[in-house]
């Protein structure tokens, strides 16, 4: 400190001081501090504690004014507040729907977003009034046309002014929820762009909220490897696999990144730990540089890369390096899907063209391999009967006969039916009758082998026994 009060004192004109700061220095200034009281006359030991307790506060409310914690703190707090109002959103939509679908039900299968639903019953109010409304600045003309035209013939209940009114004040707290939704995440976008713009174009400024605040800060998420910040968010997962001995995950926040939705299945474990390590990169300059560059060049370099890595893995053309970065295209209200009636139209009197007749042949033949899968004994037997018939055609035209001849060909077809089963019946029984013989013979072999193991394992006769004895007591006796 003295240094830096020295050097800025020399800067003035006509002076010139020595600044000395080492050991010596600061055990003076401890000496004068500790005896403070007896050289300042009226100073109190009590004036002294209060000092350095304002001391402490004041450099502990700098110190807590300047942290770059305290900005992490922000974006964890609005990525919180996000995911509840997109919960509370939901369900006051869903509760909307099912108040107002009573009256105009509709009106749901139309239109499929929640705020141009809760925006159509603030401006129409009743069904009846429909018509007469002016919803352009709400929805497009196909949908107004079409909202217009179900409010004429729907089957919905009649509802009270006080019903409405209920109504009404629901879909204003859902417009009202919207709108804040809306500022919130402008806000979470620049507060991202602001303090780490590498990791928001690598991920998104969603996911690397999301990031930071599993980790509790920037820089604790900065600190840590590529392999953690691939799976971070699955740590129930990772833990279940290695009990289990499992294949661990592969992702776990990083996963909703708009570069792993955009490659297939089988690619994206790649793509995650290829996005990991470029968007630990990304952090560490975020984190640790000392001017951030809000430009974000080295992430956009970074995105690059990974996307020409995508694309070589899925056989895609490369993206040239000059060219301009994709921009997301706006959304827009679309009308719901409905249910395409000229598919069951049905042309009674009309003659059936042979386009349509050999399409319906297709089919009838589609839906039979379908059902013979599921065959039942009946079907087998009336499948064994068609089989015969075909076979009563096919020798009928082998020999040139007509129709007149089915019943000579029948009895034909039976006979020969009856010699191949009796040829067959014969052939096992031979068979049966081959391996019966060849098992006994073995058997007999084994028996005699075992009988004869036995003799040459039983022990000699009791005569040969007394022998073998008295041999042996002439031997002994012959020795002494």
């Avoid at 749901?108 to 069904?127: E, L, P, Q, T, W």
């Amino acid at each position: 400190m003295l240094t830096h009060t020295g050097n800025a004192i020399n800067k003035l004109p006509n002076l010139t001081f020595t600044i000395v700061s080492d050991s010596t220095t600061a055990d003076l200034y401890r000496s004068i501090r500790t005896h403070l009281t007896s050289l300042i006359p009226g100073l109190t030991p009590n004036d002294i504690s209060t000092m350095s307790l304002g001391l402490s506060h004041s450099l502990s409310r700098h110190k807590l004014k300047f942290s770059a914690d305290k900005v992490d703190t922000m974006i964890v707090q609005a990525i919180a507040l996000l995911d509840d109002l997109d919960k509370e959103l939901n369900v006051y939509a869903m509760r909307v729907k099912e108040w107002y679908g009573w009256h105009f039900p509709e009106m749901a299968k139309i239109i499929n977003d929640n705020m141009a639903y809760a925006k159509v019953i603030k401006s129409i109010g009743m069904r009846s009034a429909a018509s007469t409304t002016d919803l352009s600045d709400i929805l497009p003309e196909e949908i107004e046309v079409a909202l217009k035209a179900a409010a004429e013939v729907s089957m919905g209940t009649e509802i009270t002014k006080e019903d409405l009114e209920n109504i009404n004040a629901l879909a204003e707290q859902v417009i009202e929820l919207a709108d804040y939704r809306a500022q919130l995440s402008a806000y979470l976008t620049s507060r991202m762009n602001a303090i780490a713009p590498n990791l928001t174009v690598l991920v998104g400024e969603l996911v690397g909220a999301r990031l930071i605040a599993h980790a509790g800060s920037l820089m604790n998420l900065a600190k840590s490897p590529a392999s953690t910040v691939q799976i971070l968010g699955a740590e129930k997962a990772l833990f279940r696999a290695l009990k289990t001995k499992h294949d661990t995950p592969k992702y776990g926040l990083i996963y909703h990144a708009s570069l792993i939705g955009q490659s297939t299945g089988k690619n994206k474990g790649k793509v995650a730990r290829m996005l990991a390590t470029k968007t630990t990169l990304g952090l560490r300059v975020d984190a640790l540089a000392d001017e951030k560059d809000e430009s974000a060049a080295l992430g956009i370099h970074l995105r690059t890369k990974v996307e020409n890595r995508v694309r070589s893995l899925e056989g895609k053309p490369i993206i040239p390096r000059n060219a301009a970065p994709r921009q997301p295209g706006k959304w827009d209200i679309k009308e719901a899907k409905k249910y395409n009636a000229d598919v069951d139209a049905v042309m009674a009197d009309a003659d059936a063209e042979p386009a349509t007749v050999a399409k319906a042949i297709l089919a009838d033949v589609e839906m039979k391999d379908d059902e013979s899968e599921d065959e039942t004994p009946k079907d087998k037997k009336q499948d064994k009967k068609g089989k015969k018939e075909k076979r009563k055609s096919l020798t009928i035209r082998e020999k040139g006969g007509d129709e007149g001849d089915a019943e000579m060909t029948d009895a034909a077809v039976d006979a020969k039916e009856k010699k191949d089963k009796k040829e067959k019946k014969e052939k096992k029984d031979k068979k049966e009758k081959k391996e019966k013989k060849e098992k006994k013979e073995k058997s007999k072999e084994t028996e005699v082998e075992k009988s004869k193991k036995r003799k040459s394992e039983s022990p000699a006769p009791e005569s040969e026994r007394k022998k073998s004895k008295k041999d042996k007591k002439e031997k002994k006796k012959d020795k002494a």
